[in-house]
């Protein structure tokens, strides 16, 4: 059974970074691609990039670029997000997901982690 | 890039059918939705992936029958039979373009489905 279980809730001041975690399960880890999606409070999810985690290839928004770090760890099957600078603005739900492809259907988002609350207030 | 739209809100009683639309910008009426369900707590599940031609592909895992959808030029449905409480949540569709190393997703801004 595939799962994506994401770290807890982090509470921030603006200026600090965040790293949250992705651990997968029910599959072979470097099989598929995983993205980072994230949902402001009364809008709808926003892109922020993609790791292919076998060879460790990342790619994000030209928005998220030089302040946003996406790894992976092969040993624990898991990814991380790191974001630094920190804004208020940055205030969101932080998903992680997987994408599966097959040529008769393309690009699919298949499975999604449970969210991790990030709030940045002073 | 396709930008996707959604009416804020839809309502429907319990044991209603109700009809939800995903609407794409002028250009991209052959590209094909998916459907994902939001609800409290949880993460996005994925419906299913629907064209001008219905559905693509398989449904989510545990999405019931009484979920369908269906697509007409610019526009992307997804109907829901027989409404149950459990099916009020956040609906949003989305879409991918590019691919591999360059793969990235686009989203409607959601609809809520109350279930009255």
């Known amino acids: 059974q595939v799962q994506l279980v994401q770290s807890g809730a982090e509470v921030k001041k603006p200026g600090a970074s965040v790293k949250i975690s992705c651990k997968t399960f029910?599959?072979?880890?470097?099989?598929?691609?995983l993205f980072w999606v994230r949902q402001a409070p009364g809008q709808g999810p926003e892109w922020m990039g993609l790791i292919n985690p076998d060879a460790g290839v990342t790619t994000s928004v030209a928005k998220f670029q030089g302040r946003v770090t996406m790894t992976r760890d092969t040993s624990t099957n898991t990814i991380f997000m790191e974001m630094r600078s920190l804004r208020p603005e940055d205030t969101a739900v932080y998903y992680c997901?997987?994408?599966?492809?097959?040529?008769?259907?393309?690009?699919?988002?298949?499975?999604w982690g449970q969210g991790t609350l990030v709030t940045v207030s002073a | 890039q396709p930008v996707l739209t959604q009416p804020p809100s839809a309502s429907a009683s319990l044991g209603a059918s109700v009809t939800l639309t995903c609407t794409l910008n002028s250009g991209y009426s052959s590209y094909k939705v998916d459907w994902y369900q939001v609800t409290p707590g949880k993460g996005p599940r994925f419906v299913m992936r629907v064209g001008t031609g219905g559905v693509v592909g398989a449904k989510g895992d545990g999405i019931p029958d009484r979920f369908s959808v269906s697509g007409s030029g610019l526009h992307r449905y997804l109907t829901i039979n027989n409404l149950e409480e459990e099916d009020e949540s956040d609906f949003y569709c989305g879409s991918d373009y590019g691919s591999g190393n360059n793969l990235l997703g686009v989203f409607g801004g959601g609809t809520k489905l109350t279930v009255l």
């Open positions: 997901g997987r994408v599966t492809f097959d040529f008769s259907s393309g690009y699919i988002f298949d499975y």
């Open positions: 029910g599959y072979k880890f470097t099989d598929n691609y």
